[in-house]
């Protein structure tokens, strides 16, 4: 199993910027796809953004794109997310979760941590 420990999440004004990390445990964090979602009040959890293995492949949904960043430091077992010009409709509980395969589906996810809150106020 994985276990997965989200942090740095916060109350941040509009335009501002915040880094999420997720610090990874148990089987080794190189060997898994790693994905960043997030779930608002009242809506689906959705996805945001995944990284390959070796951290050179990244993909973002259109919404976060060119705003958002997803890294990973397999010497450290960590996940990131610098998150740039934030918007009120960021606002969500965000999520790291880990993965054998690639993929943007909620149901490629095998391991989840328990989630982090970001407000952004207007």
């Known amino acids: 199993q994985v276990q997965l420990v989200e942090s740095g999440g916060e109350l941040v004004q509009a335009g501002g910027s915040l880094r999420l990390s997720c610090a990874a445990s148990?089987?080794?964090?190189?060997?898994?796809?790693m994905g960043w979602f997030r779930q608002a009040p009242e809506k689906e959890r959705e996805f945001v953004a995944v990284?390959?293995?070796?951290?050179?492949?990244?993909a973002y949904a259109d919404s976060v794109k060119g705003r958002f960043t997803i890294s990973r430091d397999n010497a450290k077992n960590t996940l990131y997310l610098q998150m740039n010009s934030l918007k009120p409709e960021d606002t969500a509980v965000y999520y790291c979760?880990?993965?054998?395969?690639?993929?943007?589906?909620?149901?490629?996810?095998?391991?989840w941590g328990q989630g982090t809150q970001v407000t952004v106020s207007s």
């Open positions: 990284i390959n293995r070796s951290g050179d492949w990244t």
């Open positions: 979760a880990a993965s054998r395969s690639w993929g943007q589906q909620k149901s490629n996810y095998d391991y």
């Open positions: 148990g089987r080794t964090f190189s060997a898994y796809y």
